[in-house]
């Protein structure tokens, strides 16, 4: 993980500097690290950016402190303590920001959605380490809130595994899956000519292998305006007009090839539109864009739309998919996120996120 020109991040490099350093075997069960002075001087940083940095070693259970003392390796990557002294003082943490948020007069179901919006904005742009002994399952594709929900989860769907994010768009995705840098594409391409979704596209990127495509759901589409929608936006047409700001998803993403074929249907130039060519990778990025004034109107999820409180207007309801080859669909962790997608506790999700019908979700249909 590179982020040395974000001093937000820099006790995230910190931290992995010295957890490769005990996986490394530099320091061992018992050493004690440099004094967080010295470690200041090295990073050219504050104390409260190391100190940062040694909480988050502490709640993976790979260092202890104690008041007045140095900070100590307690065991190596694989210590078997790690998973649940990380798990214990994850829940701490959490308990905290939850008694916090409370105070402040938010309620739990508030700071759910928060997290989960966090979740979804950090995933967009950086991706979680590989957690040591956990077979590592590779997606890429489309965002999706729920997939990022399950991201979080999957050790729970499907012990021994984890779920690797890789957020680029539903096109780019198939291309990743016909390269092989991925395990599992998500993608919601539309066939103006059929009326489908995604057959097409994998009929042409695989024309000889039969293409397994599970439905994670049906996902509802629209206009996401501010509250009240001061603009009075209601058709493709008044996205033309001048005085409106839109903000538009990446090329090679589904609802990208949606918006152009709707454009095209419409009689619309792309160049009349101000805003067209201001892009970005996710429908939480598009929500933020509207929500913090930048842009009046953006394409996207309803879901995204609920969880920064903006206005949705319904366009269509999109059919996503998770395409992989036959040999991925017999995987354990596969067969077993298959089982949940169909079960009812992946259907209350959908329902508390808002802005998804799962009555197809766990088929699978084959190109």
Not at 34 to 39: G, H, K, N, Q
Not at 178 to 188: E, L, Q, R, V, Y
């Amino acid at each position: 993980m590179i982020l040395r020109n974000n001093d937000e991040y820099l006790y995230l490099q910190i931290a992995e500097s010295i957890r490769r350093d005990i996986e490394n075997g530099i320091y061992h069960t018992g050493d004690a690290l440099p004094p967080i002075r010295d470690i200041t001087t090295t990073w050219h940083c504050t104390i409260g950016t190391v100190q940062r940095a040694i909480r988050e070693l502490e709640a993976e259970g790979l260092v202890v402190t104690h008041v007045g003392k140095r900070t100590r390796v307690i065991g190596p990557v694989e210590d078997e303590r790690k998973d649940s002294l990380r798990k214990a003082n994850l829940i701490h943490r959490a308990e905290t920001f939850l008694l916090e948020v409370m105070a402040a007069g938010f309620d739990a179901n508030e700071a759910e959605d928060a997290f989960r919006v966090a979740i979804n904005r950090w995933q967009s742009v950086s991706q979680a380490r590989p957690r040591i002994g956990l077979k590592n399952l590779r997606f890429s594709g489309s965002h999706d809130l729920a997939i990022a929900w399950i991201a979080t989860h999957f050790t729970e769907i499907a012990p021994g595994y984890q779920l690797h994010l890789e957020f680029v768009g539903s096109m780019p995705g198939l291309q990743a899956l016909a390269a092989g840098a991925c395990d599992i594409a998500g993608s919601h391409l539309w066939d103006e000519q059929t009326n489908t979704y995604n057959t097409v596209f994998l009929q042409n990127l695989f024309p000889t292998e039969r293409i397994a495509m599970v439905t994670l759901a049906q996902r509802r589409l629209g206009f996401i305006t501010k509250p009240t929608n001061p603009c009075n936006i209601h058709s493709f047409e008044d996205l033309a007009r001048p005085d409106v700001h839109f903000v538009n998803r990446n090329a090679g993403s589904g609802t990208r090839v949606y918006l152009d074929s709707m454009l095209k249907q419409n009689g619309i130039s792309p160049d009349s539109i101000r805003g067209y060519e201001m892009q970005r990778n996710t429908h939480n990025e598009i929500a933020a864009e509207v929500g913090e004034n930048h842009a009046d109107v953006g394409i996207g999820l309803e879901a995204a739309a609920r969880a920064y409180d903006l206005e949705f207007q319904f366009l269509t309801l999109e059919r996503y998919d998770l395409v992989m080859r036959q040999k991925t669909i017999h995987m354990p962790a596969v067969e077993l996120l298959i089982s949940w997608l169909e079960s009812t506790e992946f259907r209350k999700i959908l329902t508390r996120m808002g802005g998804y019908d799962p009555h197809e979700s766990g088929n699978v249909h084959w190109t």
